[in-house]
């Protein structure tokens, strides 16, 4: 069954499949909202109904990036309008027509990303955030659509649960990390390597450093060396006699999920060693 947006903004539905051997997988939707038009209909438009424009909307933090924005897109964005303070639509052409909804989002978010390279570069102290806001549709009969896309981590468990739940009376595990952070040197080092809101391929790539060598890492010496390998192909862009980049090679959440997955286990680790010896000196 397909996930479904009802008339009270309530996303319902069933996610079914398999989960990967992590214990978990990524799932990506396109989620259209569509108004009912002059006609009053209801549900999705089909092909007695075809989008007639599309267009992508662009959300900035700042009505002066939109401005910026509006003076910097490529010839093949031209903008369609203004929506608000915040926001500006692009596309509208013919040959923008011609994508479907998610390649439209895909075209747009990748330009955002050089965009927003290129202001960095340009003006290194200027921070600055575009999103991709909406795929917006006008249909022959009148009717629009709002797509929006979805991204979602499936897991078999449930990693902040596991976190707040009781490792040894009163103590979660939470609470012993924390405490391990401020007295232990190596789980300092261990946190300090995640603390970026969105880490990126820099932390995959340290993060299965760390682990390298410890018992976690045993019998995944294969599956770390692409892994690492991908991190380093992307922490190197820019030199020209950087390692090819492996075959397989795994997107940025597979990578997060499986690096960060082994340092949590290290993690663990330093959780028992840590209850043991609470045991060892209360005996």
């Given at each position: 069954m397909a996930l479904e947006l009802t008339p009270d903004g309530r996303l319902q539905g069933i996610i079914d499949g398999p989960l990967g051997s992590d214990g978990q997988r990524i799932d990506e939707y396109m989620v259209r909202v569509t108004d009912a038009g002059p006609a009053g209909a209801t549900g999705e438009p089909g092909p007695d109904d075809p989008p007639i424009t599309r267009s992508v909307w662009i959300r900035a933090e700042a009505g002066w990036l939109v401005d910026e924005l509006v003076k910097t897109l490529p010839p093949g964005l031209p903008v369609v309008g203004r929506i608000d303070e915040f926001t500006c639509s692009v596309g509208g052409t013919p040959e923008f027509q011609k994508l479907t909804p998610s390649d439209a989002y895909q075209v747009v978010e990748n330009m955002l990303g050089?965009?927003?390279a290129l202001m960095h570069a340009y003006s290194p102290n200027t921070r600055r955030r575009y999103e991709v806001w909406q795929v917006s549709e006008l249909h022959k009969s009148g009717r629009q659509s709002a797509i929006k896309r979805l991204q979602m981590t499936v897991s078999a468990t449930d990693g902040m649960a596991t976190l707040r739940e009781p490792v040894d009376g009163d103590l979660s595990r939470s609470t012993v990390?924390?405490?391990?952070?401020?007295?232990?040197?190596?789980?300092?080092?261990?946190?300090?390597l995640?603390?970026?809101?969105?880490?990126a391929w820099a932390a995959v790539y340290d993060a299965l450093k760390f682990v390298a060598g410890s018992p976690v890492a045993t019998g995944k010496k294969k599956k770390i060396d692409i892994y690492r390998g991908t991190a380093s192909w992307y922490r190197h862009l820019g030199e020209p006699n950087r390692p090819a980049k492996p075959d397989n090679a795994p997107d940025l959440i597979q990578a997060r999920a499986f690096a960060f997955g082994l340092l949590r286990e290290w993690l663990d680790l330093k959780v028992s060693e840590?209850?043991?010896s609470r045991k060892a000196a209360a005996s």
């Open positions: 050089n965009l927003t990390l924390l405490v391990l952070a401020q007295s232990n040197g190596q789980v300092s080092e261990a946190l300090a995640l603390q970026n809101p969105e880490p840590y209850l043991d």
